[in-house]
């Protein structure tokens, strides 16, 4: 760069006023001011033309960050604008920008390229782009594009932010692919917060890592051109995944503490209305999450074919307490938690949710979540049987120490299994469930048992046996015969000391049979219990 005195600029660049101004702030580290008096000439996104007085070319801003004069003595030269029209192609690719890089209400007239450049911090707030095309850039701080409009999509593909990501209340449309934002295989160092953005188009980020949270409080992701608005397969979060209302983040700072960069100030009632929704398909499979999965009060809103994938996710906790999806499906083959939280009306209706080996150890309903709706909740995810999913849920309950429900659910589970029987099956079926009730009420095998020696010791009563040798053997007592049939282990020297006859052969053989069966039931039902304690 040819200068005629240190820090002045080349007299081959002819700066403009505006650029004269932003040259000398630079060196100073102070921000360039353009705003208009008049807040309706200020929207960088309006209609009303910026002159030349709040115009600057591309080409000098590149000149300055990529090969700017030394600071004023005493100084930190940066790069602060504040509604400035930038005309040109802002080209950085590939470059080094050393100076602190904070842009804001200012209108790109095409689109910023920043493909495999580095920065140190890139605040961009409340600006009007038409593309950025940041690929593989690196940052060592922070990203920022809160409150930003880009008009054709944002291009992060292998970007790599040293801490924070911010994009909340970002606008973004999509590109010629369908993209609103690209950021597969991008790394985040702490947090990425998207906070009421707006996304039109596909967010993809396939593989991504986050190092902290992803938080997407209170945004819309629509998609009408494509299959889904969230595609993620893959994603690594460190903590905690948010699509939840924005109202859930604003308790946070209702005690006085600073909202986060670029979230503007809005009333608790405004807060409250902001949910998270997603208008497509979205896919997590095989994501990672180190502390939850939180979709507390989101709202999917799909077409029949289009699904809400967990397939493989693995996360200690998943809160599933959004709005019942009318469309599609919930898909959680595979999935791996802890702690599912979740609320009855928050699940779909039947075909509306597949859970093949998904697995969970601790149930934690919110609000009333009864025995009858979570068996609902099975029978809607498994329109075909499957003992898999009763097994889980069984095993879930006496883990939490509600025998009671477990045994309901097993219950449930083999009545759902007979309805696949042939007819002999269903019939026997049917009796077991009418007597034993599977075994799972031993209690039921109990009282048949006493009904069936009571009309063992009626009947015999009435007609009593003869010796098997006259003489010999203990007195006749039909009571204790009836319950020496019924009693298929104990002996009480009844059994073998009469000869029945004729109807009475059939007596002695139904009670004999049926008390084998009663006191395996019996037999088994204690044994369980005995476990249990």
Request: positive net charge; proline residues 7%.
């Amino acid at each position: 760069m040819t200068e005629g005195a240190v820090g002045a600029p080349p007299a081959d660049l002819d700066l403009t006023t505006a650029e004269r101004d932003m040259w000398e702030a630079f060196r100073k580290g102070a921000t360039l001011d353009l705003r208009s008096p008049r807040p309706e000439l200020n929207d960088p996104g309006g209609q009303h033309a910026w002159g030349p007085e709040r115009t600057v070319r591309a080409r000098v801003v590149a000149l300055l960050l990529l090969s700017g004069p030394p600071p004023h003595p005493g100084r930190v030269a940066a790069l602060k604008l504040n509604g400035v029209r930038i005309t040109g192609t802002l080209d950085l690719s590939g470059g080094t920008v050393t100076p602190y890089v904070e842009l804001h209400n200012c209108r790109f007239e095409q689109q910023l390229l920043l493909p495999e450049s580095t920065f140190s911090t890139l605040r961009l707030v409340g600006c009007a782009i038409p593309r950025v095309e940041a690929a593989r850039i690196r940052t060592e701080g922070d990203l920022h594009l809160p409150r930003c409009v880009v008009q054709h999509g944002i291009r992060l593909t292998d970007a790599h932010i040293g801490t924070d990501l911010l994009l909340n209340q970002l606008v973004v449309r999509r590109d010629r692919r369908g993209l609103s934002i690209a950021a597969d295989g991008m790394t985040v160092g702490q947090d990425l917060q998207a906070e009421m953005m707006r996304s039109h188009g596909e967010l993809s980020m396939r593989g991504a890592t986050i190092g902290a949270s992803l938080s997407l409080r209170g945004s819309t992701l629509n998609n009408p051109f494509g299959r889904r608005a969230l595609n993620a397969p893959q994603l690594k979060v460190e903590r905690t995944l948010y699509l939840t209302s924005a109202g859930l983040g604003y308790a946070r700072y209702t005690s006085g503490a600073t909202p986060p960069f670029g979230i503007a100030t809005t009333t608790p009632e405004q807060d409250r209305q902001r949910r998270f929704e997603c208008l497509g398909g979205a896919r997590l499979d095989d994501g990672r999450f180190g502390d939850a999965v939180d979709l507390s009060e989101a709202r999917f809103v799909m077409e029949a074919d289009q699904e809400l994938s967990l397939r493989r996710v693995q996360t200690p906790e998943l809160r599933f307490l959004g709005e019942r999806q009318q469309r599609g499906r919930v898909v959680l083959s595979g999935a791996r938690v802890v702690n599912l939280v979740d609320r009855f009306d928050s699940w779909p209706g039947p075909g509306g949710l597949a859970m093949a080996g998904f697995t969970y150890e601790n149930l934690i309903p919110t609000g009333s979540f009864p025995l009858a709706r979570r068996l609902d909740w099975l029978a809607a995810a498994t329109p075909e049987y499957a003992p898999e999913p009763y097994e889980r849920l069984a095993g879930a309950l006496r883990a939490s120490g509600e025998d009671a429900d477990a045994r309901e659910v097993l219950l449930a589970k083999q009545r759902r299994r007979r309805e696949t029987l042939p007819p002999a099956g269903k019939a026997w079926g049917y009796l077991q469930d009418w007597t034993v009730a599977y075994g799972y009420r031993p209690g039921r095998a109990a009282v048949w048992m006493a009904v069936l020696w009571a009309i063992g010791a009626c009947y015999f009563s009435y007609r009593p046996l003869p010796p098997l040798k006259e003489g010999e053997g203990p007195a006749w007592n039909p009571e204790l015969y009836s319950l020496d049939l019924l009693l298929p282990v104990i002996d009480l020297g009844q059994g073998t000391a009469w000869r029945p006859t004729g109807a009475a052969q059939w007596v002695v053989a139904a009670l004999t049979l049926l008390g084998w069966i009663l006191a395996t039931t019996v037999a088994a039902g204690a044994s369980r219990l005995l476990r249990r304690q």
